[in-house]
């Protein structure tokens, strides 16, 4: 089976520019979230999707949004980027009838904000 | 809210040392706990789990055992290979009802196992 697949894998933009990154979800799994993990710091918590729609947000403000599309796979949009939003941002997926919250994550996008 | 407490790395150790990671919890419910493993230019990897207490999760040699009476989970393997080199994130999500919360994690320890 496939894994969780990002793109790109490493971008720079600089402050106020927009960004739009990519997931595809492991075959089978109908429920993404999306993580930053700044650097030396563990993953946080972005949003979740599933069904195409958010249903949990962690504190993030809304210029951080989403969309998850039919076949599962998943963006993850930023506007107005700040040089605190230098990190590498993971996706991961799981389904949503398994036990424990069991994820698979991509190898993630690191984006460098200038 | 719900907190991850892990020891600071970096962690150095020579191969076939004993390797523990201290990991503690602060939850208000009955979550899951995990470790997750990273190595250099990947994604996360699942390493082992635990969802209730007395649980002993384990994988490739690591152990860790849900001690809800002292909220730790704590790492463990016996005999460490430099193919262990890697970050290592504990981690808890809460149970609400039979749904999953989201995933919280502490900061990470790295380790280094020489040859």
């Known amino acids: 089976e496939t894994g969780v697949t990002q793109s790109p894998t490493h971008l720079i933009k600089t402050r106020g520019q927009q960004v739009t990154l990519r997931c595809s979800s492991q075959?089978?799994?109908?429920?993404v979230s999306w993580y930053q993990q700044a650097l030396g710091q563990g993953p946080q918590f972005i949003f979740q999707?599933?069904?195409?729609?958010?249903?949990g947000r962690g504190n993030f403000p809304p210029r951080f949004s989403g969309l998850q599309f039919p076949n599962y796979s998943s963006e993850l949009n930023v506007n107005a980027l700040e040089l605190d939003d230098s990190a590498l941002y993971l996706c991961?997926?799981?389904?949503?009838?398994?036990?424990?919250?069991?994820?698979?994550f991509g190898a993630g996008s690191r984006l460098t904000v200038l | 809210g719900d907190s991850v407490t892990q020891m600071e790395g970096p962690v150095t150790l020579s191969e076939e040392a004993f390797l523990t990671i201290n990991c503690t919890y602060t939850?208000?419910?009955?979550?899951?706990l995990f470790w997750y493993v990273q190595y250099p230019g990947e994604g996360l990897q699942l390493l082992l789990k635990?969802?209730?207490?007395?649980d002993k999760g384990s994988n490739k040699g690591f152990e860790a055992t849900y001690r809800k009476e002292t909220t730790s989970f704590h790492l463990e393997k016996g005999s460490v290979q430099v193919s262990d080199s890697a970050v290592y994130f504990c981690?808890?999500?809460?149970?609400?009802?039979?749904?999953?919360?989201?995933?919280?994690f502490g900061k990470g320890t790295k380790l280094s196992v020489k040859p």
């Open positions: 991961a997926s799981r389904r949503s009838s398994s036990g424990a919250n069991v994820l698979t």
């Open positions: 075959s089978g799994h109908n429920t």
């Open positions: 999707y599933y069904r195409e729609e958010e249903n």
């Open positions: 939850a208000t419910g009955y979550p899951s």
């Open positions: 635990a969802t209730k207490a007395d």
């Open positions: 981690a808890l999500s809460e149970n609400y009802g039979g749904s999953q919360g989201n995933l919280i």
